[in-house]
């Protein structure tokens, strides 16, 4: 929290909770009470909506083995297997094909746009979900990987065609607080009336420092790409921040298992056409 934003004497736990955001990726062993469960599950359905439609399911996932599971699928990240509830949001278009047909009227939502409203229907509702949880002092961290393997996800948590795994939330009780971290320079981010990258360079450099402060990497690099195995990392720990270890994850290996979404996500019923 940065009390500068706020002038004295004056609150607003709103703000104070989207500003206080952290990831959460070590939780202690307790349950998620029910009452807790349902205000989050409430709060992602107020969220918006494009027109309305809610073209998202969630399916929350608290069974031990189901999580153990779940965290093979997505990467063998532990806290996945070690949170109390692992809420899946998935983008979900069968509510749209069951209106269509039980009115008599022909399905033409099989276009890219129905893509995009899903998916962001399901990421606003996951939003909606952490800020809730957080503001009771809950732990959440956003999960993508839950689309590593896709047609495995889908297989475990028996999701149909037009329905699709998008993101998850962990959620449960934190047993770490690694603070709140720097987010990008407003100028790299944020245009007045016309796009404009004219300080990327040196806000990208002073970002680079301000994440290396904070040890984030200190273990955590990323593999060299396209090298020989065993090659020494010419990259010091004095040059080792955001933008190396960014370039460093979209390069790399990792990025293949993800280039079958595409014809996954065509044979669900979400054309990209």
């Known amino acids: 929290m940065e009390p500068e934003r706020f002038p004295p004497g004056e609150r607003n736990p709103v703000l104070e909770t989207l500003l206080a955001h952290r990831s959460t990726r070590r939780y202690r062993d307790a349950p998620l009470p029910a009452a807790a469960l349902d205000l989050i599950l409430t709060a992602a359905q107020r969220a918006p909506t494009s027109s309305n439609l809610q ?110 795994a998008s993101v998850g939330l962990a959620v449960g009780y934190p047993a770490e607080d690694l603070g709140v971290r720097p987010r990008l320079p407003r100028r790299v981010v944020v245009s007045r009336n016309r796009y404009s990258d004219d300080h990327l360079a040196e806000d990208l450099a002073a970002y680079d420092e301000a994440m290396r402060r904070t040890g984030i990497y200190d273990g955590r690099r990323e593999p060299l790409n396209d090298v020989a195995p065993g090659t020494p990392d010419p990259v010091p720990d004095a040059a080792y921040g955001w933008a190396e270890h960014t370039a460093r994850r979209l390069g790399g290996e990792n990025q293949l298992q993800r280039r079958g979404l595409g014809a996954f996500l065509d044979a669900k019923g979400f054309s990209r056409r």
Do not use: K, W
């Not at 949001?89 to 047909?101: K, N, Y």
């Not at 800020?131 to 689309?147: D, F, K, P």
């Open 55 to 164: 073209s998202y399911s969630i399916v929350v996932v608290d069974d031990r083995e189901l999580l153990e599971r779940m965290c093979r699928l997505c990467g063998s990240q532990r806290f996945v297997a070690e949170c109390s509830a692992l809420l899946v949001f998935c983008s979900d278009i069968t509510r749209h094909i069951h209106v269509c047909e039980s009115r008599g009227y022909v399905y033409r939502g099989d276009h890219v746009n129905t893509l995009l409203v899903a998916h962001g229907d399901a990421n606003l509702a996951c939003q909606n979900a952490s800020i809730a949880a957080q503001s009771m002092g809950l732990g959440t961290c956003m999960l993508g990987n839950v689309r590593n393997d896709p047609q495995g996800v889908s297989d475990l948590l028996g999701l149909p065609r037009y329905v699709y």
